[in-house]
């Protein structure tokens, strides 16, 4: 009498779904009774856990509600575009996300904000980070909705302070109002330190202030995120613009990495 079927409805019911499919697998290679049984048990933990780390990564991705499955590999590092690939596959090794790191990613409309943030917010799905995709307006908007519902309204702030990574996108389009901004104290006081926060913009931050509004709480949020912070700036990224004359030239790309838990 076999234990196959038995062992396979054991492995089932302990969610060990990776390794009935070895299994099966392995009943289809001729010369597999060649292989001791720990060489065996190996190829069947290694499939576990390559199903496991599949599932992980499809569960954060369809989480993370990016606007854009845009990928790490499809960002254009020619000669042309200007994108230095030493720090593009730095930032997408995850560091800064795991240190607490928060990325601001500045630029104008049509230089690839949204599809570089989703770029990196998707590689960070595939190391098993949580992650949460929101435009700005948009999330004001919800919070406002949900603002007579104490109990939904919790469940978003709390979604939005504990995400390993939280990427804002089309941060400030429009102004915010004073719930709109005691909301974003709550969610950037939450993280500073802990999480990562990614804003793209093609607001300039000098004009940051202005755009939250309230000096006093405006103050508080921009120290949380770039103010009063070790800054490191580094441009990745020349957009081939034709020369604004307001601005002086070229329009540039820029990323600036705000090292949050590091104060002067």
């Not at 996300?97 to 049509?110: D, S």
């Amino acid at each position: 009498m076999t234990l196959r079927q038995p062992n396979i409805e054991r492995m089932l019911q302990l969610k060990l779904s990776g390794m009935v499919e070895a299994l099966e697998e392995q009943r289809d290679i001729a010369d597999i009774d060649q292989l001791g049984f720990d060489d065996r048990l190996a190829m069947m933990l290694e499939r576990e856990v390559a199903h496991r780390d599949q599932k992980s990564y499809l569960n954060n991705l369809r989480q993370a509600q990016l606007r854009i499955r845009a990928d790490i590999q499809d960002v254009d590092c020619s000669a042309g575009r200007g994108v230095a690939r030493g720090t593009l596959t730095q930032l997408a090794a995850g560091d800064w996300i795991r240190q607490a790191v928060n990325l601001i990613v500045e630029g104008p409309t049509g230089s690839g904000k949204t599809f570089l943030s989703c770029a990196l917010a998707h590689q960070a799905c595939r190391q098993k980070q949580s992650v949460l995709y929101r435009r700005v307006p948009e999330l004001i908007s919800a919070l406002n909705h949900t603002r007579d519902d104490d109990g939904k309204h919790t469940r978003m702030m709390r979604r939005l302070a504990t995400v390993s990574l939280l990427v804002l996108d089309d941060w400030g389009l429009q102004g915010f109002c004073a719930e709109g901004r005691r909301d974003l104290l709550e969610i950037v006081e939450h993280r500073y330190g802990r999480k990562s926060i990614l804003i793209a913009s093609q607001i300039p931050m000098e004009h940051w202030p202005a755009v939250v509004g309230e000096p006093t709480i405006a103050d508080a949020i921009l120290d949380r995120i770039v103010h009063n912070a070790l800054m490191s700036a580094v441009k990745v990224w020349h957009v081939e613009y034709p020369a604004d004359p307001e601005r002086g030239g070229d329009r540039l790309f820029m990323i600036l990495i705000a090292h949050g838990w590091r104060r002067n």
